[in-house]
Every structure is written in C-alpha cells, then in structure tokens.
C-alpha cells in the first residue's frame, strides 16, 4: 500500500540503509513504514518495496532530502524505515527478564560498561546475536543512544532479535546475575589471564569496558574473573568490538567443545 510522502515526517525512530531495512522487514521487527526515495531505481529497493507489501507494512517514495533528515547522517542507499518508538529494539525489564531465564544450556550474556561510540554499540549487539548471546546489558546513563539510526544500521537487524536490558547500577546487575548462576569475566589489558587457557564453559556474562577507558573500578572489582586477548603485535589495544567477537566467540568454541 502506497501513501503521500507527507507520512514519512512524522516522529518515531529510523533504520537506514539497505541491508539494515531489509533485516528488519526479515524478521517481522517493529517497522510501521518503509520510506524510499522517490525516481530512485535499483533492483534492492524493488526487493525492500516487495518485502513491504509481503508484510503488510506501508511504504512511501518522499524525496532525497527528506531521507536524509530522517537518517541523521546515517547513509540510507534511498531508503528508511519508520520503527515504533524502541527502533525496532526489544526493551524489557532487566529484573522481570533475569527472573524468567531458564539456565538450561548454559547461557551468555554481554555486559557492556559505557561503549558511547554507537557504530561500537550496534556492533557489539550485532556480535553477540551471531554468538547466541541471549541479551546484552548496558547502562541507562553514559553510554550510546541504542534507539539512534547509527546503532540500529550498524546492528543490521540485531536489535529486533536480541533483548537490550538497561541498568542502573552495574555492579548490582551483575551481582544479580551471580546470584543466578552465572560466571563474570571482564576483558582488561591489564589481566594477568589469557582468554585462552580459561574455562569459559557453563552460563557465562563477558563483560567490556569503554573504548577508552575500559571497565570502570566497580564494575572491574566486580567480575568473578579478570582476562586479556594476547596480542603479539605492536597494537597495544583492540576496538570494543573486535574484543567482544574475539571474547565471545571464543566462548562459544568452547561450548562445542564441552
């Protein structure tokens, strides 16, 4: 179904781009209307138009400029979808979620301390949905906007498939999540361990710092165990997101192996 431009002005959260659009009409996210830029012609926007029309889901041609507003700087590749207000991200209570897991098949979790930078936030989301992480837990305050266009395009429909958990108080969530039968590991340069010789079989939370500061004190003291990623170049550091690749996907070889 096809409606007036005008429709494409007004609020909600965006995702922009190509693949990211086409991810979360995939899976049936939070996507209210598909916006395409008007007398743009590409076999992938035809697909991303198809795909609306399959769903149910409005879709609009507005001009390039109303794109752009919409995207934030964001490259759209001539298309935007309009989400609910979450972004198409799956906001629940952490305490209500905690409460209702099943520890069965030993689950993981990603605990993210600050990452501010929002290509890294929706990195990291994306990583830890590839990982079969089953939620990532971030902080309310200091820390990237997880409904931004930026998050969402780099988490390329992530967002819509994993539950974001937010937290007041890090320390305690991962008090909590000891209190529940999970392992914390943090990722610090400064760790004497090596991902590699640890046992990270069993429910598991990895835990990464800010891209330029790492953990905080609290959240560091916190953690059941302290782990670096040896590194035997000249690099003295990884970005956040590399690390939690690195980290969990190194935890989930040692679950096929357990």
Known sequence: MSTNSS??????????????VKHALEVESSVDELLVEKGKHHPRLNELIHLAKKSGVRYSFVPKQVLERLAEGVPHQGVVAKTAASGGAQFVSFESWLEALDMSGSPSVLLLDQVTDPH?????????????????????????????????????????RLPVLKVTNMKRCLEQLQKKGFWTVGLAGEAEASIYEANLSGPMVVVM???????????????????????????????VSVATGVALFELRRQSFLS
């Open 7 to 20: 429709s494409g002005l007004s609020g909600g959260n965006v995702i922009a781009g190509i693949h990211a």
């Open 120 to 160: 890294n936030l929706g990195a990291c989301v994306r990583t830890a949905e590839a990982a079969g992480c089953l939620a990532v837990v971030v902080p309310k305050d200091h820390a990237a906007d997880i409904s931004s266009p930026v998050v969402a395009k780099s988490a390329c429909g992530a967002l819509a």
């Open 209 to 239: 710092g800010s891209e330029g500061r790492g953990m905080r004190r609290l959240v560091r003291e916190s953690c059941d165990q302290l782990l670096n990623i040896p590194m035997p170049g000249a690099v003295e550091s990884l970005n």
